[in-house]
């Protein structure tokens, strides 16, 4: 009998909507996750919470996108804007990126990416998409260079008073 290699299903039907008030706790739940996934830290609740409800308030500050798998949220990612006057236009910067382990591999993350893009191209005033990943995530790196991203020669620095996150 030959050995069969497991291969994700392909028939995985992803269907990507913007976050409403109601998906504000499931969002928060994400984000506490990525931030332990990603960097070893904690974010604090009573400050989290109060920061997506924004988000979700007030489309200047930024826009969630939900993917849903059979009504389920399985991903999701949060756009916010820079105003580029080099380009005349505006960047859309991806963050808050986070697919449930159950559905990582299987499409999920391109499928946010890909209506992300579309949208921007749409809009006719948006020079590009960017984000920031984390150096020693090759995983998260390579996904993005296969969907065409590609890295700058800008360095991220930051001052950071906020206290919100604390090392894991």
Same mark, same amino acid.
């Given at each position: 009998?030959?050995?069969?290699?497991?291969?994700?299903?392909?028939?995985?039907?992803?269907?990507?909507?913007?976050?409403?008030?109601?998906?504000?706790?499931?969002?928060?739940?994400?984000?506490?996750?990525?931030?332990?996934?990603?960097?070893?830290?904690?974010?604090?609740? +009573?400050?989290?919470?109060?920061?997506?409800?924004?988000?979700? &308030?007030?489309?200047?500050?930024?826009?969630?996108?939900?993917?849903?798998? +059979?009504?389920?949220?399985?991903?999701?990612?949060?756009?916010?804007?820079?105003?580029?006057?080099?380009?005349?236009?505006?960047?859309?910067?991806?963050?808050?990126?986070?697919?449930?382990? &159950?559905?990582?591999?299987?499409?999920?993350?391109?499928?946010?990416?890909?209506?992300?893009?579309?949208?921007?191209?749409?809009?006719?005033?948006?020079?590009?998409?960017?984000?920031?990943?984390?150096?020693?995530?090759?995983?998260?790196?390579?996904?993005?260079?296969?969907?065409?991203?590609?890295?700058?020669?800008?360095?991220?620095?930051?001052?950071?008073?906020?206290?919100?996150?604390?090392?894991?």
């Amino acid at each position: 009998m030959a050995s069969r290699k497991k291969v994700p299903p392909a028939d995985l039907v992803v269907t990507v909507r913007k976050g409403l008030p109601s998906d504000a706790p499931l969002i928060a739940a994400f984000n506490q996750r990525l931030a332990e996934e990603s960097e070893g830290r904690r974010l604090d609740p +009573d400050i989290i919470g109060p920061g997506v409800d924004a988000v979700l &308030a007030d489309p200047n500050k930024g826009v969630y996108w939900l993917a849903e798998v +059979d009504g389920a949220v399985a991903g999701q990612l949060m756009i916010t804007t820079e105003w580029s006057d080099w380009r005349n236009g505006w960047f859309w910067w991806i963050q808050s990126v986070f697919v449930a382990p &159950a559905f990582r591999n299987r499409g999920v993350y391109r499928s946010l990416h890909t209506h992300v893009a579309r949208v921007a191209q749409a809009a006719g005033d948006v020079r590009g998409l960017r984000l920031y990943v984390e150096h020693h995530n090759e995983k998260a790196r390579a996904t993005y260079e296969r969907l065409g991203m590609t890295v700058t020669h800008y360095h991220l620095m930051e001052t950071d008073w906020s206290g919100a996150v604390a090392d894991a």
